[in-house]
């Protein structure tokens, strides 16, 4: 991605790459990466027994998706749907999805089943707890206090051991962490809270 992008409006009857009765196994087997940027108020419906669902499908070993958010989406599938991917046996890095509505069986907050998820998070109850899925410093509300999300310190789990910076916060402006590195970086304060600096200021 090179912008936000606003689906307002939009509703598609399936997601990018799928696995259809009709149609068979579309597999996406590439990298997307959004490059920090948005993606919002995109309806998917999964009609055309499109079977799994989210902003992906389906996706083979080789897949990737990072550096992206999906926000005030809805997603519907029959089974394995979850918003950033459905069926996904690749990668899902340094994403996440916030406030999303997924309806059909088997719902979670990032991918419907299988795979690897790092560095991600959702406002979803979960991750993903099915197929077999590997969850790496990944969360979903069920993992955090409503008050993570905005005090900084989802944002400070989802950097790890702070060598490589991906996640930002502006602490009382931003309610969840941003791909967008003009906001601030989170410091954990001696007291346990966190802060943020932006250029010598640290805002406590």
Known sequence: LVNDIDMNGAVWKCPISYASEFYGLKY???TFDGQGHTISNLTIEGKDNVSCGGLFGLGSANAALKNFIVKDCKFTAPYSIGCIAGEWYGIVENCASINVTIEGGNP????????????????????????????????GSNDLEEADYASGKLCYQLNGDQSKLVWYQNIGIDAYPVLDSSHGVVVKNEDGTYGTTTGIETVR
Do not use: R
């Not at 990032?110 to 969360?139: K, M, P, Q, R």
């Open 108 to 139: 979670h907050g990032l991918i419907g089943f299988g795979g690897t998820v790092t560095n991600s998070f959702t406002t979803y109850e979960d991750v993903c707890t099915a197929g077999g899925t590997v969850v790496i410093n990944s969360y």
């Open 28 to 30: 996406f087997h590439g």
